[in-house]
T-cell receptor, first 117, second 113 residues
Framework: EAGVAQSPRYKIIEKRQSVAFWCNPI?????LYWYQQILGQGPKLLIQ????????DSQLPKDRFSAERLKGVDSTLKIQPAKLEDSAVYLC???????????????FGPGTRLTVT | GENVEQHPSTLSVQEGDSAVIKCTYS??????FPWYKQELGKGPQLIID?????GEKKDQRIAVTLNKTAKHFSLHITETQPEDSAVYFC????????????FGRGTQLTVWP
């Protein structure tokens, strides 16, 4: 079974530039997550999708970050304009659809390491 | 929201010894507690998880225990090997969104041969 795919793996940009990350979840996984992992910390949720609808974007800095999941499969996360503090690893994860019976295992992709100079 | 505390931040053990990592959580509504292993340059890998209706779970050399009353859970690795060296993260669900995970800050485990 193929895992979560992400691209690019590395990106270096200057502050105030824009950048986009792409994620392809595990086939059949309805729920998709974007996490931000700052060096030395655990991942922090930015946004959660169920199919193509947003479930939780309370921690997404909406003045500069945006995300979409068209057709309920692939997703893109965009930052515009980037700030120095956005330097981090951006992780995509997916799981079966969450439901009242309890959450399912989340599987992570390799991440995109963003450096903002 | 949920607050997950993880200790220790670094742990060094001799090959063959056991390693224990402990986490506490704040939200009594949390019902799912996964552990992830993250190697350098890779994404977190799920290694074991436990749900709130179970007190202990074991998978070969790895075990997790959960104490709901005290709101803490622990990862136990026995017979450690150099390839166990990595950063380990605990996590817990909580808050109003089903499935959302809150992570601890991680433990850097080093196993010396």
């Amino acid at each position: 079974e193929a895992g979560v795919a992400q691209s690019p793996r590395y990106k270096i940009i200057e502050k105030r530039q824009s950048v986009a990350f792409w994620c392809n979840p595990i086939s059949g996984h309805a729920t998709l997550y974007w996490y931000q992992q700052i060096l030395g910390q655990g991942p922090k949720l930015l946004i959660q999708f169920q199919n193509n609808g947003v479930v939780d974007d309370s921690q997404l800095p909406k003045d500069r970050f945006s995300a979409e999941r068209l057709k309920g499969v692939d997703s893109t996360l965009k930052i515009q304009p980037a700030k120095l503090e956005d330097s981090a690893v951006y992780l995509c994860a997916s799981s079966l659809a969450v439901e009242l019976a309890g959450p399912y295992e989340q599987y992570f992709g390799p991440g995109t390491r963003l450096t903002v100079t | 929201g949920e607050n997950v505390e993880q200790h220790p931040s670094t742990l060094s053990v001799q090959e063959g010894d056991s390693a224990v990592i402990k986490c506490t959580y704040s939200d009594s509504a949390s019902n799912y507690f996964p552990w992830y292993k993250q190697e350098l340059g890779k994404g977190p890998q799920l290694i074991i998880d436990i749900r709130s209706n179970v007190g202990e779970k074991k998978d070969q050399r790895i075990a997790v225990t959960l104490n709901k009353t005290a709101k803490h859970f622990s990862l136990h690795i026995t017979e450690t090997q150099p390839e166990d060296s990595a950063v380990y993260f605990c996590a817990a669900t909580g808050g109003s969104t089903l499935g959302r995970l809150y992570f601890g800050r991680g433990t850097q485990l080093t196993v010396w041969p």
